[in-house]
């Protein structure tokens, strides 16, 4: 596995495509358009790669002065994804675990950011991103916060995020 950063959004402009025509509830969020729009603000992204092959991709979005998400726009593409989390299923989860974490948090670390990473509070996923957590390295110090955040519209239920950081607090408005 190698991840691979990526400078130009014509770059990524298939797998956008791929990942927009995909069956999820977040689908709309990697139109290529919509990426375009947005790729001024990622300080880093990437992809994922088996063998030339993307596995997955996501970024670094800048929020606020000293803090970023890692794992912006994540995506596990089809051919490597597994559906659900659960206590039976882990490969869906690894690739963002074992890869995109570590990377994303060591680049954010070394450039002086807090970084989290964010999902959705529409409903209650805190079984799911505990799970999710166990698989991090506990060098990074991750830990659930214990209310929701905002990371864009008040009025967008979607924007009502867990987050999860490596520090006690965050410079980030609650719900």
Known sequence: MLIKNIYHVEDIKELCEEAASDNHRNA????????K???????????????GKPVAMGGIVRFGYDIV??????????????????????KNIRFCAE??????????????????????????????????MEYFDPQWKYQLLPDLYLTCDRSNPKCHQHIITNRDTIELPRV
Not at 42 to 51: A, E, I, M, T
Request: proline share 3%.
């Open 28 to 35: 709309e969020n990697y139109q290529y358009e919509k990426m």
């Open 37 to 51: 729009k947005r790729w001024d603000k990622y300080l880093r992204f990437h992809v994922l790669q088996d063998d």
């Open 69 to 90: 998400r890692i794992c912006d726009r994540y995506c596990t593409f089809r051919s490597y994804r597994r559906f659900g989390i659960n206590k039976f299923i882990k």
């Open 99 to 132: 890869h995109f974490v570590p990377a994303q948090t060591k680049w954010a670390v070394d450039n002086d950011f807090q970084p989290f990473i964010s999902m959705s509070g529409e409903i209650d996923k805190t079984y799911s991103i505990k799970r999710f």
